[in-house]
């Protein structure tokens, strides 16, 4: 696996309250990507403890495992997550209300695990077309999946940036959780909604394609989006399966 990050706080907001991190953890590859909300302290503050908190827990259950299913791990590690971010909210009346979303992977062998709270999102790219594996939870993903407006008509409703879930905002939460099989040259992507409610799905697809260097596609990717007129930060993390394995 060959993978590259890359976060900017864009152009109409004054600090980042998005983050992220990578590494290597029982034979594989994690990361994670999270978009805080709460104001500018709460969100920040929720996004930064939920990445520390989730690749803390991931990293040393994943180093330690024997033969634990990394999908158990990825969602035991949001708990653990959810609980950090609940518990610091209910301390601190700055930081109250505070929470943040959540997408994660683990490369491991032939198998890519994914979790997600919120509506950072999960792909893969492939020369076939592009999947995506996350499902958002927000207002407006609830309105498609009751036939109520099309995709096309959620990507401009004003209503887009409402979630209806994310780590700390309640003492439990539940994250989606899917797996799929790793293909030679599959390419995937995590990112928040600053990436994705700009660049439509189709040039995300030809611009991984396109770009054979991770760093190269993340650093594209995240200036389009504010080319394209973002008004978030925005943050991708690119993965490539070069062989089909972690």
């Known amino acids: 696996m060959i993978y590259f990050g890359l976060s900017d706080k864009g152009k109409y907001r004054a600090e980042n309250q998005d983050c992220f991190d990578m590494c290597t953890a029982g034979g594989g590859m994690l990361a994670v990507v999270c978009d805080g909300m709460g104001g500018v302290a709460g969100g920040t503050m929720a996004s930064e403890l939920a990445v520390a908190r989730f690749i803390a827990f991931a990293r040393a259950a994943l180093d330690a495992s024997d033969g634990d299913d990394p999908a158990d791990v990825l969602r035991q590690a949001t708990d653990a997550a959810n609980r950090k971010v609940y518990r610091f909210a209910g301390e601190s009346e700055e930081y109250a209300g505070m929470g943040t ?4 992977g683990y490369w491991q062998g032939d198998t890519a695990f994914f979790v997600n709270v919120g ?8 020369k076939d077309g592009i999947v995506q594996l996350s499902h958002d939870h927000s207002l407006v993903q609830q309105m498609i999946d009751r036939g109520e407006i099309t995709p ?3 990507r401009h409703h004003p209503r887009r940036n409402i979630i209806t879930r994310a780590v700390g905002s309640e003492r439990f939460v539940t994250c989606d959780e899917t797996s799929v099989p790793i293909r030679p040259g599959d390419r995937f992507l995590l990112c928040s909604d600053g990436l994705t409610n700009t660049v439509e799905d189709a040039e995300l697809h030809r611009v991984l394609l396109a770009e054979e260097d991770p760093e190269n596609a993340c650093r594209k990717l995240v200036e389009e989006a504010l080319e394209g007129g973002s008004r978030d930060n925005v943050t991708a993390v690119v993965i490539y399966a070069e062989k089909g394995g972690a």
């Open 152 to 154: 096309a008509q959620g």
């Open 101 to 104: 979303t959540l997408v994660a």
């Open 119 to 126: 509506d950072s999102r999960a792909y893969r790219i492939a």
